[in-house]
């Protein structure tokens, strides 16, 4: 059974998004996705500063599997990429929540949040995925 957070907010693509404190956002892969993926073995993450679209490309994740774009779930300026995840892109499989967030983002608007499932809309989305 996958994992799926309370405080996190889900796009229909296996997004995760999470509110910081100080109105930044964080974001992953769900544990689902991960887990379909498979071992993650390199991860390709935009530069620090650019602007990104809601459905834009925000990185790439190769697996043993596949390779698989990920997308911005809300439109906003990169403040932070998870270096860690160059070295370690396993990070995104152990700890998919935590260590292996992917960006830091400034919104360009938190409403937008609100479009994203929470997690009872989004394990009823992955259990029909």
């Known amino acids: 059974m996958s994992e799926i957070r309370a405080e996190l907010r889900y796009s ?43 459905g834009s ?5 190769e697996s043993v599997k596949a390779a698989s774009d990920i997308y911005a779930p809300i439109s906003g300026v990169i403040l932070e990429r998870n270096e860690g995840l160059i070295e370690e892109p396993s990070l995104i499989n152990s700890s998919p929540y935590d260590l292996g967030w992917i960006l830091r983002l400034r919104p360009k608007e938190l409403e937008s949040l609100r479009d994203l499932m929470d997690e009872h809309e989004y394990e009823l989305h992955f259990k029909e995925d």
């Open 57 to 61: 490309e925000i990185a790439i994740v």
């Open 12 to 54: 229909s693509s296996h997004e995760w998004i999470k509110l910081e404190a100080d109105g930044s956002v964080l974001i992953g892969i769900t544990d689902y996705a991960q887990q379909a993926l498979g071992d993650i073995v390199f991860v390709e993450l935009p530069e620090k500063g650019k602007h990104l679209d809601s």
